[in-house]
């Protein structure tokens, strides 16, 4: 004689409430961490283990728009001044970029990139923060 798992109201019940904890424990798994201009700053071998963590809280809790160029140099630290595709250039390179992740998978190419790009006017105030992803 067998019996069925999942029969009748109780186990419809038990399997929603499983199913909530379930969603609880995954939003709770969130891999953001504040905003540490250290943290940020932070390289080991090549790559900013700390960045992909804090931009969230970066770009939500602290104003970069309305900054200089400056100040957000002072801030993050030295920019990584990537090339993007398709980024216009009116008279010269009118944004910074800093690299937030760069993962390689198992290959020598990149197989995912983020980058926080910061626009600046021709006064260097930052105009615009923009995150860019791409995954292979």
Not at 120 to 126: Q, W, Y
Request: net charge negative.
């Amino acid at each position: 004689m067998s019996i069925p798992i999942f029969s009748g109201v109780g186990s419809l019940r038990l399997l929603t409430r499983a199913l909530l904890l379930l969603s609880i424990c995954l939003i709770g798994c969130d891999r953001s961490i504040p905003f540490v201009k250290s943290g940020w700053q932070e390289k080991v071998d090549g790559a900013f283990p700390n960045r992909d963590a804090m931009v969230e809280d970066l770009l939500h809790n602290h104003t970069l728009v309305g900054l200089t160029t400056r100040s957000v140099s002072n801030l993050l630290g030295e920019e990584d001044r990537v090339e993007l595709v398709g980024k216009p250039k009116v008279d010269g390179r009118n944004y910074m970029t800093y690299q937030v992740l760069e993962d390689f998978g198992w290959d020598i190419d990149p197989v995912h990139t983020k980058y926080l790009v910061l626009e600046f006017s021709k006064d260097s105030i930052i105009m615009k923060t923009e995150l860019r992803e791409w995954k292979q």
